[in-house]
């Protein structure tokens, strides 16, 4: 049985720039139902899934039978999307990467701002539901990825440390139609040190 991360802070931590009502809807409700529907999908199926992690059974989808392998795309995204999603915020982020996080942004991207200018331009061009996401290959090496639905970064062989939500139920309570406003904003509760962590495991 595949589950939903336990939310390290309060539905209104992360006010102003999320709101309760938002993160609670999102976690309780359009995350919950990934779950279910992944673990429902693989009923039946548990040869497949015995030991694995969400993240392994993405990234060996192709060794999925192909009348469940799709779903596991979608149901199984959205599980893995949006634990990361959820695991990445923090009402008391560290602001700044440090270390040898900083220096794999500056080596890729040049420096903190130019990360965040092209993550930001990743999420708010995604057009109709999606993410934006800062990735890294099995070299360590980072790129900015933009994804279609809950397709993951891991199918394609990469591993997501960063990702914003642009799917209206992330954001519309708030924004509106405003986007790129949630996307500006989300940068405040962005956890460095939660990143830092998924960079060097």
């Given at each position: 049985m595949y589950e939903k991360i336990q939310l390290p802070y309060a539905y209104n931590s992360l006010e102003p720039y999320i709101d309760a009502e938002t993160v609670e809807i999102h976690y309780t409700k359009h995350l919950q139902k990934y779950v279910d529907n992944l673990?429902?999908?693989?009923?039946?199926?548990?040869?497949?899934?015995?030991?694995?992690?969400?993240?392994?059974?993405?990234?060996?989808v192709n060794e999925l039978p192909v009348r469940i392998r799709q779903g596991v795309i979608d149901q199984g995204g959205g599980v893995a999307n949006h634990n990361l999603y959820f695991s990445i915020l923090s009402p008391t982020a560290k602001k700044e990467p440090e270390g040898i996080l900083l220096d794999a942004i500056n080596s890729a991207?040049?420096?903190?701002?130019?990360?965040?200018?092209?993550?930001s331009n990743a999420a708010v061009s995604q057009f109709g539901s999606g993410y934006g996401w800062l990735v890294k290959d099995e070299d360590g090496k980072l790129s900015v990825k933009k994804t279609l639905n809950q397709n993951s970064p891991l199918i394609e062989g990469l591993i997501p440390i960063l990702t914003i939500d642009v799917w209206e139920h992330a954001y519309y309570l708030k924004y509106k139609n405003l986007r790129p406003d949630y996307v500006k904003n989300i940068w405040n509760i962005i956890d460095w040190k939660k990143i830092e962590e998924l960079y060097i495991r």
């Open positions: 673990n429902e999908l693989l009923k039946g199926y548990e040869k497949y899934t015995e030991g694995k992690s969400i993240e392994q059974l993405l990234a060996n991207f040049g420096d903190l701002e130019k990360l965040k200018s092209e993550v």
